[in-house]
């Protein structure tokens, strides 16, 4: 499966920013999928995820409540909604696939898109 992350940008803080991740290769809706993000000097961590059928989503406390994770099966596609941004929003940030949620937890995934850079200005 391969996983194309865009919508990156630069945002003043308490703006908004949409990203997509595009999923081709394989079955869609055989994986759960989320996001993860970097920030220069500091480890990737988990952001969100969303199992197959949607009837499963969680967040990182740092984001919930700002930021909203959907999927469309039809279309292969995810979407990261992030409202209300903050400067410590800022980082690169990863799409990822796995067969089982669970795994991003441990920060595991199965598959990884190339990342978007999210800038949030002061």
């Known amino acids: 499966v391969q996983l194309q992350a865009s919508g990156g940008g630069l945002v003043q803080a308490g703006g908004s920013l949409r990203l997509l991740c595009e999923v081709s290769?394989?079955?869609?809706?055989?994986?759960?999928v989320g996001w993860f993000r970097q920030a220069p000097g500091k480890e990737r961590i988990y952001v969100a995820g969303i199992n197959q059928d949607s009837s499963r989503i969680d967040y990182s406390d740092s984001v919930k409540g700002r930021f909203t994770i959907s999927r469309d099966n039809t279309k292969n596609t995810m979407v990261l909604q992030m409202n209300s941004l903050k400067p410590e929003d800022t980082a690169t940030y990863y799409c990822?696939?796995?067969?089982?949620?669970?795994?991003?937890?441990?920060?595991?995934?199965?598959?990884w898109g190339q990342g978007t850079q999210v800038t949030v200005s002061s």
């Open positions: 290769g394989d079955t869609f809706s055989t994986y759960a």
């Open positions: 990822a696939a796995a067969y089982a949620r669970v795994a991003f937890k441990g920060g595991k995934a199965d598959a």
